[in-house]
């Protein structure tokens, strides 16, 4: 390349760069140098308008500077091709108003595969910005007896400066922080030698674009057009003069050198292949790595289903199991609570929306954040360890059936713990349509939430007085299968037709197995919580305070408790819609429980003791007695064993689920998707209960 | 790495999906829309590169530019190769 300036307008300062962003490939290592860095001292919010996580923090330096650092989302190339890639590309173009162009950047590498980090290193370099050159990982280098000659390596890249270091064992951090503290770091070059004749083409499309402010005037980029040519408004600083310029310098160079920017990418791969054939030195075949290992095992055609299952099985078990200690006590300490306030306040309608509006709706939430935080321990740990992408290459070729790719499998599997986390695990799918249809389904998969609702009706549903586990299971397998199935017919019908835009076929890397960095883990476990904490809860208390309205008033002078929710505007409202629901076989008490279950399913269970007035217990049988007992106006049972099946079936799709309206909402960036599933849902659930009653009838069955 | 090889005929080139396990193949052409293809280009599967099949038994594993990449069966579709010479 041309230019390549020794010195930047920064060197003349006393001090270097005072902001660094971290950018590399993913699994590069790039968060745990971030983290050594920051000491977890870590601010982590969104990007406006995307959901890509943007996570700053700050560090200081060896002479006492304080430099703030950000941390980008992992990419291949500079050309985007996931929302994830695009910040990368616009924050290191200056294009993003949120946030400034940083002044220098580490880029960091894998040290024991730099044919491939070298890519996006080498785009880095012809930013115009000062960088180091992390080699990271080089504890494995050393085990691998590789040996990589950096003097080398530097002088062929512009003198860039390099680290070698070991991020995970915090080895060559002190190096590196002197590194940042110098007020000198030169401007690397990639080295990149292109044709003459396409160099000239470049050379005119580069003045063009400068002269636009397209290009900074430091930028050498190689593959401008390429790079520069997302008009998408959320994120792109290109205004209409500028893409004309853009717009016919792209014609101009592809009319010259037709496919040129494909001989660009096999000639950066060229350039990178001899540097490294001349700094890398291998010792001959050292037969299969512990990973190589590991994979013949785990992705074997026979083993790696086994492994699959038995890893699955162990962690949903673990999640049940772990839980449910902790779900109880949570249970426990608000109903303390709420006897407390009962208690001590004296009564009055403040008294009783603390108690049975705030409290209890708040902790019919939070005493799902045990499974929540289990869940998220495992999918951290999976992730952390490199299993995630192996289960992704696993489950490609089911999930590919219905439209969606591996990576949709794990957050669809662990919506059947809970789909909050289950849809804010759909952030590890880089393409944006995927991933708002793996949302739009992901509901659909059996929550723990149902569990309540379906054993109680099971338990209505089979005359005798203790039920065979055989047949608790076959009813509640049964009830899984159709909800999964749902999932994937929508997941097939969403893609098909109903959501714009191509669907992207897996490329992805499958990373080295490593041991797991526990207190990433846990930090990742601890903000994901939080975020669904402080985001989701706001909306549930709102809602949850005018549901207990609406089950409170108007006041009766009734003491009865199920009279007094007959009168109320809930229940005037489920008498009011008793012929709308009957066609599914329901009456209007178990309206009142829809309505109440709206923010959560398991709430039913106890709004249906209320109105029979049995006591609210552990124990289902005296509600199940009640509801056996139960009679229409002419005589005949309501819960006949279609109704059962019917209002199973209507909880299989409806999506009584408010912390999922709030998640969706937040991870969504708006009200539209939320509105649109939960009337899909609703109307599916209406639509599939209705064909339940009807068709139990036409069979004959009461 | 180029210059030294004869680009066998386009008729003996087959698709990734077909190859099987342990193979060694190189890269032909990749059939796709322009920004497709670069991605795969820009993951090491640029024309004449050599790459290896792992495995085939969900998605395709292929030992590509110093890394484990696996693609979907769609995406291994797109691919055309020729048998490695090795």
Known sequence: MSEVSAYDSLSEGILGPSN?????????????LFNALTGLKQKVGNYPGVTVEKKQGECFLNNGQKISLLDLPGAYSLHARSPDEAVLRDVLLGRRRDTPRPEGILIVVDATNLER????????????????LVLNMMDIVAERQMSIDQATLSSSLGGLPIIPMSAAKREGLIELKHAMARTDIPLPSSGIKLDTSIAHGLESAWHQLRETGLLHPKQNLLEPLYILSDRDPMHSGVDDRQWKSLEAASKALAEAHPGWEDRLVAKRYDTIHSVVEKVVRRQADQGPTLSDRLDGFLLHPVWGWVALVAILSVLFTLIFKIADGPMGWIETFFDTLATQVTQGMPAGDLRDLISDGVIAGVGGVVVFLPQILILFFFIGLMEDTGYMARVAFMMDRVMSRVGLNGKSFLPLLSSHACAVPGIMATRTIDHPKDRLITILVSPLAGCSARLPVYLLMIATLVPTEEIPLLTRVGFLLAMYALGIGGA??????????????????????????KAPAWSAVLWHMWERTRLFLRRAGTVILTISIVLWAALTYPRSEQEEPAMAIEHSLAGQLGKWMEPAIEPMGFDWKIGIGLIASFAAREVFVSTMSIIYSVEDSEDLKPLRDRLRSEKRR?????????????LMVFYVFAMQCLSTVAVVRRETNGWKWPLFQFAYMTLTALLASTLVYQIGGWLGQS | METTLERPEASNWIKLNHVSRGQKVRVQRIEGQESFCNRLREMGFCELTEIQILNNSGAMLCQVCGSKVCLSRQVADAILVTPSAS
Not at chain 1, 634 to 646: F, H, I, N, Q, W
């Open chain 1, 634 to 646: 002419d005589g005949s049972a309501v819960y006949t064993p279609r109704v059962c099946l019917s």
């Open chain 1, 117 to 132: 980090h070298l890519y996006l290193a080498t785009q880095i370099m012809e930013l115009g910005i000062p960088c180091i």
């Open chain 1, 488 to 513: 994937f017919l929508f997941a097939w019908i969403f893609h098909r037709g109903l959501i714009k835009g191509e669907g992207a076929p897996m490329i992805l890397e499958l990373p080295s197995y």
């Open chain 1, 20 to 32: 660094f962003a971290l950018v590399g490939n993913p699994n590069c290592g790039k968060t745990t």
